[in-house]
T-cell receptor, first 112, second 112 residues
Framework: DGGITQSPKYLFRKEGQNVTLSCEQNLNHDAMYWYRQDPGQGLRLIYYSQIVNDFQKGDIAEGYSVSREKKESFPLTVTSAQKNPTAFYLC???????????FGPGTRLTVL | SQKIEQNSEALNIQEGKTATLTCNYTNYSPAYLQWYRQDPGRGPVFLLLIRENEKEKRKERLKVTFDTTLKQSLFHITASQPADSATYLCALATGGYNKLIFGAGTRLAVHP
């Protein structure tokens, strides 16, 4: 089945720890995105990548890092510099042009 | 500043009626606008895309209008069903095709 997967579904982190969220797609899409969703707020863009080995900061990139070494994979690291990391994280991909974004099921990160 | 606004209060309607959700924006000139459905704890799912030169788009029981003069999009679900209960997000394309800016969403509850 074609799709986009995220793991884990739930993640708990102690303060001061870095944690990496996985995002994989087998849709052969060039562009991939990471969003953060907080209650009562819209999705906010963290990072996006239009092509392998290239990525750009979104609106709230501070405290996050990404890599795009393979077309299929776009992992997000939440670093200890992110002051309020507890949120629902969504990964998405897009084929190209004015096309839709396909979202993964999300990872809920809780900092203890 | 740029802003996207959707009804923050939940919309409650009776089964069989038409649901109308509003998306207003300021200080954007989007090339197109999209609507997504999001169920609790899951990623958004694409519903419809409408371009700036289109006034209306339909898909089964769904209809979207796009008024670039009023800077508003309306999303209609006719003959609504309890299964239509979800949060509906509007998103504007900005920066060409590369990025979407999402509204906070409107929660729709359809009662039997």
């Amino acid at each position: 089945d074609g799709g986009i997967t995220q793991s884990p579904k739930y993640l708990f982190r102690k303060e001061g720890q870095n944690v990496t969220l996985s995002c994989e797609q087998n849709l052969n899409h060039d562009a991939m995105y990471w969003y953060r969703q907080d209650p009562g707020q819209g999705l906010r863009l963290i990072y996006y990548s239009q092509i392998v080995n290239d990525f750009q900061k979104g609106d709230i990139a501070e405290g996050y890092s990404v890599s795009r070494e393979k077309k299929e994979s776009f992992p997000l690291t939440v670093t200890s510099a992110q002051k309020n990391p507890t949120a629902f994280y969504l990964c998405a991909s897009r084929a190209g042009g004015p096309d839709t974004q396909y979202f993964g099921p999300g990872t809920r990160l809780t900092v203890l | 500043s740029q802003k996207i606004e959707q009804n923050s209060e939940a919309l409650n309607i009776q089964e069989g009626k038409t649901a109308t959700l509003t998306c207003n924006y300021t200080n954007y000139s989007p090339a197109y606008l999209q609507w997504y459905r999001q169920d609790p704890g899951r990623g958004p799912v694409f519903l419809l895309l409408i371009r700036e030169n289109e006034k209306e788009k339909r898909k089964e029981r769904l209809k979207v209008t796009f008024d670039t003069t009023l800077k508003q999009s309306l999303f209609h679900i006719t003959a609504s069903q309890p299964a239509d209960s979800a949060t509906y997000l509007c998103a504007l394309a900005t920066g060409g095709y590369n990025k979407l800016i999402f509204g906070a969403g409107t929660r729709l509850a359809v009662h039997p």
